[in-house]
T-cell receptor
């Protein structure tokens, strides 16, 4: 089946630094990638939808200047958490889909971010 | 009201037990319905789609009642390996996935 990777799998950083997370579709071209965030014991919350070559669409309440998303190619999307704070500590998961079939999303393994 | 609401859990059951998870959704325009499984510190994985006619995959049976906006998952003869968090997921018009908060299952020997 389709494989999506994320890098890094976990990161610990100091407050105020920026962290970049990569999401790659390894064996298919992803027209659309999604970024989710999951706090402990809570559901996955969609942060933004990213289409290759265009600006990401952010969900209500998600600051686009804080969570920078770049989808430069059909196999790579990046999420940069700028000036990270402890409350940004979370599990960030990306997913990718082909042909705009939102129901068929392939999830990456997630990135666990801890901001000290 | 949450868009997708699940039993709070956790469910602690012995091996071999039958366990049922319930889920309700608030948006009557929801189009597609799924159960995902998420292991601790891992990404969610699709377990099965849910159809109005009901569908079964081995020990797993899923049901959808559109009139009452209710989804269920039944696991028969539970195994230790079934221990995980089960996520109820619906798709809104336009394709956005909405996840429930999950119900944790712990199967004990």
């Amino acid at each position: 089946g389709a494989v999506v990777s994320q890098h890094p799998s976990w990161v610990i950083c100091k407050s105020g630094t920026s962290v970049k997370i990569e999401c790659r579709s390894l064996d298919f071209q992803a027209t659309t990638m999604f970024w989710y965030r999951q706090f402990p014991k809570q559901s996955l919350m969609l942060m933004a939808t990213s289409n290759e070559g265009s600006k990401a669409t952010y969900e209500q309440g998600v600051e686009k200047d804080k969570f920078l998303i770049n989808h430069a190619s059909l196999t790579l999307s990046t999420l940069t958490v700028t000036s990270a704070h402890p409350e940004d500590s979370s599990f960030y998961i990306c997913s990718a889909t082909t042909s705009g079939l939102y129901e068929t999303q392939y999830f990456g393994p997630g990135t666990r971010l801890l901001v000290l | 009201r949450k868009e997708v609401e699940q039993d709070p859990g956790p469910f602690n059951v012995p091996e071999g037990a039958t366990v049922a998870f319930n889920c309700t959704y608030s948006n009557s325009a929801s189009q597609s319905f799924f159960w995902y499984r998420q292991d601790c510190r891992k990404e969610p994985k699709l377990l099965m789609s849910v159809y109005s006619s009901g569908n079964e995959d081995g020990r797993f049976t899923a049901q959808l009642n559109r009139a009452s906006q209710y989804i269920s998952l039944l696991i028969r003869d539970s195994k230790l390996s079934d221990s995980a968090t089960y996520l109820c997921v619906v798709t809104l018009p336009g394709g956005k996935l909405i996840f429930g908060q999950g119900t944790e299952l712990s199967v004990k020997p």
